[in-house]
T-cell receptor, first 112, second 115 residues
């Protein structure tokens, strides 16, 4: 039972344009959502998070949107840069729980 | 400085052998986690420590797996009688108590290959 799903295995975007990565979840107990970025041969690096009481959180070029009724969140990167090429994981956590539940990841490629 | 470190970075072993991995968390972090990641999947939770107490274990953690965190500092993950299905990246993460978003900081991982 995949509680967090990233249905796009890969995404290719031109440099300077907007990248939109999507994530769906099924567990209504999830309270916190996080995005991680992973380069080859490195561990995942925390990018941005959002609480279920908010619908948007912004940090520089990165914005996460949460639609609780649709159980959907998205990560927007504007403008996209070549260094953003990586695998992006969506993760969720229920209040009081310690484990993160991850999606399968989306490989983002930024083309010059 | 420092981030989470893991040792070794790569391990190749033959089926049936035992292996042990080490994780050193960020020094002021009292929570430590182990995850496993296979190709094309996201990390899957294995177990969690708060200080030296192991507070949660996934059903993925079979009897052949054991984790310890003596004195609440570094942690070890041992796999006994390895099987080919154990081949994966083993990730360690740590976090600070009171971190409401449950932001966890990951190490580079140990890639295990079982022949």
């Amino acid at each position: 039972d995949q509680q967090v799903k990233q249905n796009s295995p890969s995404l290719s975007v031109q440099e300077g344009r907007i990248s939109i990565l999507n994530c769906d979840y099924t567990n209504s107990m999830f309270d916190y959502f996080l995005w991680y970025k992973k380069y080859p041969a490195e561990g995942p690096t925390f990018l941005i998070s959002i609480s279920s009481i908010k619908d948007k959180n912004e940090d520089g070029r990165f914005t996460v949107f949460l639609n609780k009724s649709a159980k959907h969140l998205s990560l927007h990167i504007v403008p996209s840069q070549p260094g953003d090429s990586a695998v992006y994981f969506c993760a969720a956590s229920a209040q009081g729980a310690q484990k993160l539940v991850f999606g399968q990841g989306t490989r983002l490629t930024i083309n010059p | 400085d420092t981030g989470v470190s893991q040792d070794p970075r790569h391990k190749i072993t033959k089926r049936g052998q035992n292996v042990t991995f080490r994780c050193d968390p960020i020094s002021e972090h009292n929570r430590l986690y182990w995850y496993r990641q296979t190709l094309g999947q996201g990390p899957e939770f294995l177990t969690y420590f708060q200080n030296e107490a192991q507070l949660e274990k996934s059903r993925l953690l079979s009897d052949r797996f054991s984790a310890e965190r003596p004195k609440g500092s570094f942690s070890t993950l041992e796999i006994q009688r390895t099987e080919q299905g154990d081949s994966a990246m083993y990730l360690c993460a740590s976090s600070r108590r009171g971190n409401i978003y449950n932001e966890q900081f990951f190490g580079p991982g140990t890639r295990l290959t079982v022949l």
